[in-house]
């Protein structure tokens, strides 16, 4: 079992910067995959960013070289660090986990319950 609580969202104008946290809680030891997902109004849950466990991170084209995926095990935080944002990025931001270890009962996908990111014009 892994809790998920996002942190960090807010409203921000465009080309301006907003940092997003979520901290995990629980079986931490048996994350493998974490990432960020968001979800604008009418449209679907999209991929941000994700990191496995030794810091390799992919991020979607629109993103890339705006957006910073970075996760410290030490403390069982997962980081987002956003710059130059646009009006398009506005979303409902989640934390992603995923668990491919221990007990198989709590293997799987794991969620946070979001937090808003809105940039005006």
């Known amino acids: 079992q892994v809790q998920l609580v996002e942190s960090g969202g807010g409203l921000v104008q465009a080309g301006g910067s907003l940092s997003l946290s979520c901290a995990a809680s629980g079986s931490t030891f048996n994350i493998n995959t974490m990432g960020w997902y968001r979800q604008a109004p009418g449209n679907q849950r999209e991929l941000v960013a994700v990191i496995n466990s030794s810091g390799m991170s992919i991020y979607r084209d629109s993103v890339k070289g705006r957006f910073t995926i970075s996760r410290v095990n030490a403390t069982n935080t997962l980081y987002l660090q956003m710059n130059s944002l646009r009006p398009e990025d506005t979303a409902v931001y989640y934390c992603?986990?995923?668990?491919?270890?221990?007990?198989?009962?709590?293997?799987?996908?794991?969620w946070g319950q979001g937090t808003q990111v809105t940039v005006s014009s």
């Open positions: 992603y986990a995923h668990l491919s270890r221990g007990i198989i009962a709590a293997r799987g996908d794991y």
